[in-house]
């Protein structure tokens, strides 16, 4: 738990990847759900490779049941990308 607090509390966006959690970890369960359900913690939803493990974001997406969790996914992850759409403007 004092991981996940200085991640809280230094801000730090957290990928999951739960597919090769299962695969390539080989969890029994991904760490997604107990990630998500740490107050203030920033997660935003990944894959590994998804060419060698056929998944793409948006099956992984299929998997978060709660739709609050999938809009914090995806809120988390705009923010936290590093990929700025043409309408940005340049990066200053």
């Given at each position: 738990?004092?991981?996940?607090?200085?991640?809280?509390r230094?801000?730090?966006?957290?990928?999951?990847?739960?597919?090769?959690?299962?695969?390539?970890?080989n969890?029994?369960?991904?760490?997604?759900?107990?990630?998500?359900?740490?107050?203030?913690?920033?997660?935003?939803?990944a894959?590994?490779?998804?060419g060698?493990?056929?998944?793409f974001?948006?099956?992984e997406?299929?998997?978060?049941?709660?739709?609050?969790?999938?809009?914090?996914?995806l809120?988390?992850?705009a923010?936290?990308?590093f990929?700025?759409r043409?309408?940005?403007?340049?990066?200053?």
């Amino acid at each position: 738990m004092l991981v996940l607090r200085e991640l809280v509390r230094r801000r730090i966006v957290v990928e999951s990847c739960p597919t090769s959690n299962l695969v390539v970890a080989n969890l029994d369960q991904p760490p997604l759900l107990t990630l998500l359900e740490t107050a203030d913690l920033r997660v935003a939803l990944a894959t590994d490779d998804p060419g060698f493990l056929g998944v793409f974001p948006r099956a992984e997406l299929r998997h978060v049941v709660r739709q609050e969790y999938r809009e914090r996914l995806l809120a988390t992850a705009a923010q936290a990308s590093f990929v700025r759409r043409a309408e940005d403007g340049p990066a200053s």
